[in-house]
């Protein structure tokens, strides 16, 4: 079955740029969207955003200045870049695929949830 | 931006029991995209249910999603011990995507 896999750096240094990079196994990465999302330390999920196999991107408006999703089909991976981190971007990233069906004509993506997650991994931000 | 707000904030119920969990939000679902993940400590979270009242894969069928609009609930029929946990419902039909801030779910 499709396993997803982040990888990266697990410390950032306050003002650089954070990179993960999530790895699709089991299946391809193409006809799905895939988003990112966080978790800062003992609260709730953040949506970052999402990426189609064709590199359509979609980010949350609190991280879109600073956000970049990409995707090489080829490694089947996709990939973070969040830009000028703070102690407040500390947080349990997972990637994650959202499920779905394109209609007859592709114009159109019918959603069916997050419905494979990878593991997360931790970044803490910290001189 | 859609807020969905969760109650109760914490639920304090023995195996065997019925848990009824609701999310609430500001402003009506579109196409009813609303899903409930559950998050066990130091997992990531699990997809349950989505499009309000569809079972994911691999879903038991004690766990079921109603509601449209504004007024959405996950019911846990019987509570079994591996369902004591986090649980967040997550809107997608509107961007961004948002979550609840969580109902736990623990051990009376």
């Known amino acids: 079955q499709v396993q997803l896999q982040e990888s990266g750096p697990g410390l950032v240094k306050p003002s650089e740029t954070l990179s993960l990079t999530c790895t699709v196994s089991g299946g391809s990465i193409n006809n799905f969207y895939w988003s990112w999302i966080r978790q800062p330390p003992g609260k709730g999920l953040d949506w970052i955003g999402y990426?189609?196999?064709?590199?359509?991107?979609n980010y949350n408006p609190s991280l879109k200045s600073r956000v970049t999703i990409s995707v090489d089909t080829s490694k089947n991976q996709f990939s973070l870049k969040l830009t000028s981190v703070t102690a407040a971007d500390t947080a349990v990233y997972y990637c994650a695929r959202e499920n779905g069906v394109w209609s007859g004509d592709y114009t159109n993506y019918y959603y069916y949830g997050m419905d494979v997650w990878g593991q997360g991994t931790t970044v803490t931000v910290s001189s | 931006e859609i807020v969905l707000t969760q109650s109760p904030g914490t639920l304090s119920l023995s195996p065997g029991e019925r848990a009824t969990l609701s999310c609430r939000s500001s402003?009506?679902?579109?196409?009813?995209?609303l899903a409930w993940l559950q998050q066990r400590p130091g997992q990531a979270p699990r997809l349950l249910i989505f499009?309000?009242?569809s079972r994911a894969s691999g879903t038991p069928d004690r766990f079921s999603g109603s509601g449209s609009g504004t007024d959405f609930t996950l019911t846990i029929s019987r509570l079994e011990p591996e369902d004591f946990a986090v649980y967040y419902c997550q809107q997608y039909g509107s961007s961004p995507w948002t979550f609840g801030q969580g109902t736990k779910v623990e051990i009376k």
């Open positions: 990426i189609s196999d064709s590199g359509s991107t």
């Open positions: 402003q009506s679902v579109s196409d009813n995209y």
């Open positions: 499009g309000a009242s």
